[in-house]
């Protein structure tokens, strides 16, 4: 299976819709989902840090990592973006067959 699932942070909605567009409008991903903020509690630089963030799921294949990556390393504000990528190791196959359909090169 070719399809990944991609997670990321942003600091707020605004980056995150912006960022979620661009993906979806340049067939890097076929849907990214923009949940509800979470609170994240982490060290950073020596010091324990909270903050508000915006969590994506970025549905696409692993052929477009590699463009996904520089994409929202361009577009994210912080010096070390969280970027996950996970395999998706089964779905529904309608689905799983239109995610790759929708992220082909």
Known sequence: MDQILVLTNLPDQTIATRLAEHLVKQGLAACVNILAPVTSIYHWQGKLETAQEI???????????????????KLHP???PEILQLPITGGLPAYLAWLSEETAH
């Open 55 to 73: 969590p994506l799921l970025i549905k696409t294949s692993q052929s477009r990592y590699m463009e996904i990556e520089a994409a929202i390393c």
């Open 78 to 80: 912080y010096e070390t």
